[in-house]
């Protein structure tokens, strides 16, 4: 027995070295950087694959905070040869960086259309804001908040739950939207108030919607999430609903819109196929895809909705930061943060 | 004792320092550098001003302590009732212990909250709940690590030399007594190296517990984290990472130079299993079983039962493509990393037996903060990050600690005189290792494999890695579905995490299961020779 357990153990580990050694079959590959969300149906990446003839090699690097630093990284030896994820929050450090290289053919943008800027070309957006639990609200009577404001008054303690912005990209977001929405000063003000009023913190978006949120077990009806959320939770509903069990809250300085883009990363190899690949995301089948498979909005005007997303309501006014204010400021704002509701 | 030149003593040390020099301290030194070298010093005596920082540090400290001091106090006597006492399903009981290894995070947060939580089944009975109380953060410590000590436990005391104990109480000395002079000295070196690696699991990480003990009892792993990850300030988080390093460090040394002086060979003639026969016996048995249900098992019941009332359309998702090839995946990674953990960990052992840094050594996996290592290696070796050697390289990294300290406990309690009469009587080193030290160190070499592989059928650090899509583990592919929101995605993660401790057991019964009959007999066997002989 211990003959054949150490044989065995003898032969797998030839077995992996040799898969160690084993040459890199490089074909003509574009190498694509994704962050974690990234998700397409397999057919169309492979209809992409047979059309620009090249093999799709997707990297994951985390979220987008994650991955745009892993970029920067490891700039002097690109890891890959485009870029999927680079949101308008972050585009100026990316440029500051040098990482990005603009891609020229884009066309102008077109009126209404969201954009992300400095060469990357917008895919997709989504608004992060603040969801609630219907049946929570309606068991308590409790009237749905109206302003930030009224969140920091007594009956609204131990109601609010957020992600930590130094650990997930939606609490990141919903900061910013916080400082957009009320000026700098009276946004830390109001996270201190908050911190007074309970306000929750969670490390991540899965920690928070999945143990906290009391749609799920927690006792928390106010999260920060997406605009999309509602729609994703009737489609993944267990039966068949007609409406949302959860609202989005678009609130004075509780919104903020991610425009999500693809970029040529500087130094990156397969050019011709690389723009292949940045036409092929604002392709109409992509936009169409990408509503369901990543639970975003197309960011190409006239793309045909998906039907289960008249469940995801899109706010009538936002307010945003330049990318430059946030690259400038953000690390500050988010120590800051920490210090004031954390420590 | 049969002297070797040293150097022909460390050779076999060959492969594991290299794989730890090219896997481990040379990203670390590289993310150092390109932190700025001179900005280093500065930094770590400018963390100890900072007030939050010290605050975290000292904090991480204390529950790391603390969880020892308790995963101590439950686990040692729940180990000497397994390892003294036969009754039926001990060697299962045995297995399921390292469940709580495999469960995903985020998971088995779940199933403690379903417990414990605002809604829990026990806080509706107490009438008040645990989460972001300290007590839940130190729950869900003991859920991952009470299994560590308890196996320890039972190993170590499995080799207690049985005609000592006899000769003791014969002497006149009290079960106590005899317990504590006799037993106890045997086993320390086991649980001291037990409760290392506890102590450094709760030190550096940052999983279960900051879910459920909220941000604000975060650790410094999470600080090191968003420094590098989120803000790329390398300088500070190297210099926190160092200041982390020297802390676990000193307790990885202190611990190999302590183990190294009790290290003493055993006897082997082991103490026979007996059935629980007298009222206070069987409640001893009962009352190990309570710790290990509270502790360890009601977590992991919540979470099948959660998914057993999910229904049918729930159970779906194990027909589904994406499970089959995350399946596929878990079972390929899974298998060459235990490949690759075993050779790593034998060989680490049996070359830590001449030097104490090598014994200190084999800890360095969890004493270096993970994010460091990851950010290192994608400087480092771009080209390789998104490589699949180099994923299943990082698995065996995070697993083969368990083999290299399995082992190195089993041979410093080997008997010398069996290897000595083997080369006496003419067998080569290597005839000699593999027909008389193998065989003696199987067990344990099993165990530190089922802790191996249940490392690496769960998660660890390596989300922190570059992934791709087709490289989808089930671990991964249960995040995925705890990332968007709806009922059906928490169900089929539910489903997928009841799947994933199925293929933990059942590998975890492969491993070990031949080994428990082959004791058993091997046991009888010399239980019937001495009935013989005193008859």
């Known amino acids: 027995m211990k003959q054949r357990l150490l044989s065995l ?18 074909a003509e590959e574009l190498r694509v950087l994704v962050h974690n969300s990234f998700s397409l149906p397999k057919p169309l990446l492979a209809q992409f694959e047979a059309q620009a003839g090249v093999k799709l090699s997707v990297i994951k690097g985390g979220d987008s905070g994650e991955l745009l630093n892993k970029l920067i990284l490891t700039r002097a030896q690109p890891i890959a040869d485009v870029v999927f994820g680079i949101d308008n929050a972050q585009v100026a450090k990316a440029q500051a960086a040098n ?64 992600q930590n912005p130094a650990t997930s990209s939606p609490g990141h977001v919903f900061l910013l939207a ?166 | ?76 006597p729940v180990a000497w009732v397994l390892a003294r006492y036969e009754f039926s399903g001990r060697t299962l009981v045995l297995r399921l212990l390292m469940l709580p290894f495999v469960v995903p995070t985020l998971v088995a947060a779940l199933g403690v909250l379903a417990l414990w939580g605002p809604r829990g089944l026990i806080s509706g009975w107490l009438g008040f709940h645990l989460q972001d109380t300290p007590w839940l953060l130190l729950y869900g410590n003991l859920f991952f690590n009470l299994c560590v000590v308890v196996r320890a436990g039972v190993d170590a005391l499995a080799q207690v030399s049985a005609s000592r104990v006899a000769a003791a109480r014969t002497l006149g000395a009290t079960p106590w007594r005899a317990f504590w002079r006799v037993e106890w000295p045997a086993i320390a070196p086991w649980l001291a190296s037990a409760l290392s690696l506890v102590f450094l699991y709760c030190f550096s990480g940052f999983g279960l517990a900051l879910i459920l003990g909220g941000q604000r009892f975060a650790t410094v792993e999470v600080e090191i984290y968003t420094l590098v990850a989120h803000e790329l300030k390398l300088a500070e988080a190297g210099a926190l990472a160092l200041c982390m390093m020297m802390l676990t460090g000193g307790v990885a040394l202190l611990y190999a130079l302590v183990e190294k002086r009790l290290a003493a060979p055993s006897r082997a003639d082991v103490i026979a299993l007996r059935r629980p026969a007298t009222l206070r016996q069987g409640l001893a048995v009962a009352g190990a079983m309570l710790v290990l249900i509270v502790f360890c098992a009601a977590p992991l019941l919540a979470i ?57 050594s084999a800890f360095l996996p969890f004493v270096v903060s993970p994010v460091t290592v990851a950010f290192g290696l994608l400087l480092l070796y771009p080209q390789w990050t998104a490589s699949l050697p180099l994923l299943v390289a990082a698995y065996a990294l995070l697993a083969y600690p368990f083999v290299a300290k399995s082992i190195g406990s089993a041979l410093d309690s080997l008997p010398t005189h069996l290897e000595q009469a083997a080369r006496t009587l003419g067998a080569t080193p290597w005839r000699s290792f593999w027909r008389v030290t193998l065989p003696m160190i199987a067990p344990a070499l099993r165990r530190g494999m089922a802790f191996a592989a249940a490392t690496s059928l769960g998660e660890f650090a390596v989300t922190l890695f570059l992934s791709r899509p087709e490289w989808m583990t089930l671990t991964t592919l249960i995040y995925q579905r705890l990332g968007r929101p709806g009922a ?48």
Not at chain 1, 152 to 162: C, E, I, K, N, S
Not at chain 2, 510 to 534: F, G, P, S, V
Request: hydrophobic share 50%; glycine share 6%; aromatic share 10%.
């Open chain 1, 99 to 162: 990482v990005i290289e603009a891609y020229a053919s884009a066309p102008p943008v077109r009126a209404g259309a969201p954009a992300v800027g400095n060469g990357v070309v917008a895919v997709d957006y989504s608004f992060v804001a603040l969801n609630y639990d219907k049946a929570a609200f309606a068991k308590s009577g409790l009237p749905l908040p109206k302003t930030l404001e009224e969140l920091t008054q007594p009956q609204y303690r131990d109601l609010l739950l957020v």
């Open chain 2, 1 to 76: 004792m049969l002297q070797k030149p040293l150097f022909q003593r460390l050779a076999v040390g060959l492969l594991p320092a290299g794989f730890l020099l090219v896997m481990l301290a040379a990203p670390v030194f590289r993310l150092l550098f390109e932190g700025g070298a001179s900005a280093l010093a500065g930094m770590v005596g400018a963390l100890w001003q900072d007030d939050y920082l010290r605050w975290r540090i000292v904090w991480t400290f204390v529950q790391a302590v603390l969880t020892c001091v308790v995963a101590l106090a439950l686990g040692l």
């Open chain 2, 488 to 535: 059906a995605n928490l169900d089929g993660a539910l489903v997928l995490a009841c799947l994933l401790m199925a293929l933990a057991l059942a590998a975890f019964l492969l491993i070990e299961t031949t080994q428990a009959k082959a004791i058993d007999n091997r046991t009888q066997r010399k239980i019937n020779r001495k009935k013989a002989y005193h008859a």
């Open chain 1, 9 to 26: 153990v003898l032969t797998t580990s030839c077995a992996m070295l040799s898969w160690f050694v084993a040459p890199y079959a490089l």
């Open chain 1, 178 to 343: 916080t400082i957009a929405g009320l000026g700098e000063t009276a946004a830390f003000d109001w996270w201190a108030r908050m911190r007074a009023n309970g306000v929750k913190v969670a490390k991540g978006w899965s920690e928070a919607y999945y143990t906290e949120f009391s749609k799920n077990g927690g006792t928390r009806p106010l999260v920060v999430s997406y605009a999309t959320s509602p729609a994703a939770e009737v489609f993944y509903s267990k039966e068949k609903i007609t409406e949302s069990p959860t609202g989005v809250l678009f609130l004075k300085g509780g919104v903020f819109r991610q425009v999500e883009g693809v970029a040529l990363i500087k130094g990156g190899g397969q050019h011709e196929a690389a723009a292949r690949f940045i036409e092929f995301m604002r392709s109409p089948a992509v936009q169409e895809a990408l509503q369901t498979s990543m639970w975003m909005f197309p960011a190409e005007p006239g793309t045909a909705r998906a039907e289960v997303m008249r469940h995801a309501v899109e706010p009538a006014s936002f307010d945003s930061l330049s990318s430059e204010t946030i690259a400038e400021k953000d690390a500050d704002w988010v120590s800051r943060w920490t210090k004031m509701v954390l420590k």
């Open chain 2, 304 to 360: 099948v039962a959660r998914a057993a009332l999910a229904g049918p359309t729930a159970w779906a998702v194990l027909l589904e493509e994406e499970t089959r090839l995350a399946l596929g995946n878990t079972l390929r990674f899974s298998m060459t990393a235990l490949a690759l953990a075993t050779v790593l960990g034998l060989t680490h052992a049996l070359a830590a037996r001449h030097s104490v840094w090598l014994r200190a």
